[in-house]
Structures are given as C-alpha cells and as structure tokens.
T-cell receptor, first 111, second 114 residues
Framework: DAKTTQPNSMESNEEEPVHLPCNHS???????IHWYRQLPSQGPEYVIH???SNVNNRMASLAIAEDRKSSTLILHRATLRDAAVYYC????????????FGTGTLLAVQP | DTGVSQDPRHKITKRGQNVTFRCDPI?????LYWYRQTLGQGPEFLTY????????KSRLLSDRFSAERPKGSFSTLEIQRTEQGDSAMYLC????????????FGPGTRLLVL
C-alpha cells in the first residue's frame, strides 16, 4: 500500500485560497489519487480524484506532480463550511478497492 | 434523498449486549463497505460486499462481529457481547464497480458501550 504524508493541521482565512499538500512517494502507476473530507460529526465526503493530469471540479482542484509522488488539493476560496479533515488516499487496498485512510489534515478556517 | 442512510444514528448499550446496525446503500450500487472510526483517527476498513457476497473481512472484525447483505441490497452489522473497546463510529459506504469507484458514505452510527 502507498504511504501518505499530510500535515496534521493547517489554517486559512475565509475567502483565501488553501493548498493542502500530500506526499505519496510509493504510489503505483495505476493508483488513482482520491481526496475525501470529513466535516464534524459526518461521514467522509468525496472531493476529487485524479490519475496523472490536473483536475478541476466544482469543489476543488487537484494538482498532481509529474512524478505522481505528491499532489495538492486546492480550495480556491475557503469558506467556513470547508473546515474539515481532508484525507489524501492514493491507493486502493487491493482488489476490494477499500479506502485506506490516514489521519488527514485538519483545516481550520478563520472568519 | 437518495444517498446512503444508516440506522440508528446513535446507540448506547451496556457491555455484553448485542447491537445491530443497518445500512441502506444507493440503490444502483453493487458494492458496500463497512468502516469503523475511533476518535482522532481516520476510518478503518472492516468488511466489503459485492452484491450479496462478503468478499473481504479485516482482522479488526473479530468473531463477535458479523455482517450480512441479503439480496444485495441493505446490509446489517451485528456486534455480539459488546465491549467498551467497540465504542466508535460505524460508517457504511457504497459504490458502483467501475474505476475510479468513488465511495459514498452514510452519516454513520455512533456506538457507546458503557
């Protein structure tokens, strides 16, 4: 399984961009990179995924390094509702595709 | 609402009692996962179904735990003879078997064993 490294916590001001980094140096060539987030007292929520190219959706952007050993989740304008734990999950757990969560990054957004 | 639902949302029980949780996945999803999350940690995989077949169980799933998914629709997770260490959030997720296979999570069932 690919090992991931994320900062334990980050802080942002409201309406400013946030860049959440993730290192996954042991990722295999076919592993998608998934990001999920978990708001307080809720189940995890899918944010975005990518394989090789940078990706954008309505929630965020995902920038993937050319060697795929790291990625960055970009929230273009943080809101108070973005305060959550963000998980970078670069691998599927074998044939079952189970998600292997680390401890994630706790994002605090200040008004 | 067509998302994943779980019932109950909260359960308080005494040590030694049995508890059962239910998960209703998104209707067209053929895969269903159970995870457990303790305070301050990320969710940990417990077990997985493809349709009605239980295809993988984690070592975390002791013999006091059993899960079923009759007819490949809803699933139940039963814990027998609960212990205080079973206190956690139990999360269910469902997905459609097609890469990248995004999983959609329910709100979870929070269990407290006294």
């Amino acid at each position: 399984d690919a090992k991931t490294t994320q900062p334990n916590s980050m802080e942002s001001n409201e309406e400013e961009p946030v860049h959440l980094p993730c290192n996954h140096s042991t990722i295999s060539g076919t592993d998608y990179i998934h990001w999920y987030r978990q708001l307080p007292s809720q189940g995890p929520e899918y944010v975005i995924h990518g394989l090789t190219s940078n990706v954008n959706n309505r929630m965020a952007s995902l920038a993937i390094a050319e060697d795929r050993k790291s990625s960055t989740l970009i929230l273009h304008r943080a809101t108070l509702r973005d305060a959550a734990v963000y998980y970078c999950i670069p691998n599927y757990g074998g044939a079952t595709n189970k998600l292997i969560f680390g401890t994630g990054t706790l994002l605090a957004v200040q008004p | 609402d067509t998302g994943v639902s779980q019932d109950p949302r909260h359960k308080i029980t005494k040590r030694g009692q049995n508890v059962t949780f239910r998960c209703d996945p998104i209707s067209e999803h053929n895969r269903l996962y159970w995870y457990r999350q303790t305070l301050g940690q990320g969710p940990e995989f417990l077990t997985y179904f493809q349709n009605e077949a239980q295809l993988e169980k984690s070592r975390l799933l002791s013999d006091r735990f059993s899960a079923e998914r009759p007819k490949g629709s809803f699933s139940t997770l039963e814990i027998q003879r609960t212990e205080q260490g079973d206190s956690a959030m139990y999360l269910c997720a469902s997905s459609f078997q097609r890469p990248p296979e995004t999983q959609y999570f329910g709100p979870g069932t929070r269990l407290l064993v006294l």
